[in-house]
């Protein structure tokens, strides 16, 4: 394989035997497969046991398990889409295919356009923006797709500045790229590649981090209908639509059902439905100081989080840190708890009943000897007691003992002394 891969494109899957996510990846791998085999792609799909053969994991630059790469010559494109049949396979085709594909008619144009929600054109000859784009194309590929066109194949009511230009087709409308209010290209590209609204989870939310975009989500039950519900995320629905040209650049709007992601960033249980503006670059949150009740107060709300009046909190600062670590370390044990109690119980009661048992044993001990040196010391002074009053018999055996004790030369003193005294 790694003498002959580069005579062919491959999508590979690096895996671990012992990986629970790899093993519910298999059947999924399985049917991607048959179907790209079946819809005669050039892609050839295959798996490879990254702890067998960890010299060419390394050299694809593996570090998790599953990771889905697409090989084409000398480039290694990583995958980081949902990991269904329809996403890897629609991945694989895009990355396979020509960086930049040509619309040559207005009605290849009209087709491409309704198949893709979000549409990136360059439109132009040969020129050094051009250059950037394919480079920036080979890049993001892995996200989107690339098209380029000539003037007339373009909608009557695409109205240009200048060209050589990139737009970008979305949400019923377009965007021109300004270098001097959008910056880099590559980064502007990967901020408006998402739709101005977006039914948000998990994962898109991970991808919205890169955009460097504030997202502004209502945090809603999808069943249920009532009016607070339906009315919160309709206000999000009707700013992105109606101020998407004032707040584009910077925010990203959408919806996400249920509080138990959002509790997580946040660190709090956070009362449904409500609305909250995400920064997902440092872990900054903005809630509404008022309630919500129409587009013009959603407005006003967003305009204070620009101008700096809205109070942040939250972050990613030291305290921040340690009570993240504090809050994950607690929810662990509640989902253990929760999901199993006999196993927290076990996992958390048995180090805890050693702990329990070694402080018993270490202050066991201690008391122990103090109460040895205790009994030693009160025999110590009842044997002086006996000594004191005991009889003449057992003083003179004492005084003849200690005298026993002493030598030749402290005797012959001793005597002389008591001849003296007599």
Known sequence: FKENRKDDIWLVDFYAPWCGHCKKLEPVWNEVGIEMKNMGSPVKVGKMDATSFSSIASEFGVRGYPTIKLLKGDLAYNYRGPRTKDDIIEFANRVAGPLIR???????????????PVLFVYVGGES??????????SELIVYTYFFS??????????TLPEFPAVVVFKDGTYFVYDEYEDGDLSSWINR?????YLN???FTLYELGDTGKLVAIAV???????VEHTRLKSIIQEVARDYRYHFHRDFQFGHMDGNDYINSLLMDDLTIPTIVVLNTSNQQYFLPDRHIENTEDMVQFINN???????AQGGDGLLQRIKRIIYDAKSTVVSVFKSSPLLGCFLFGLPLGVISIMCYGICAADTDGGLDEHEAAKKENGDRELTDEGSEEEQEEEKNGKYTELSDGELKQKDIMEKKKD
């Open 102 to 116: 040509p619309l040559p008619s207005q009605h290849m144009f009209e087709h491409v356009q309704r198949r893709h």
């Open 305 to 311: 989080i620009l101008d700096g009046t809205a109070e």
């Open 220 to 226: 809603i039950d999808d069943k249920n209908s009532s």
């Open 149 to 158: 066109a000539s003037e007339d194949v373009l909608p009557e009511y695409v």
């Open 128 to 137: 050094p923006l051009k250059e950037k784009y394919v480079e920036v194309a």
């Open 192 to 196: 408006e590649r998402f739709q101005g």
């Open 200 to 202: 948000v989870d998990g």
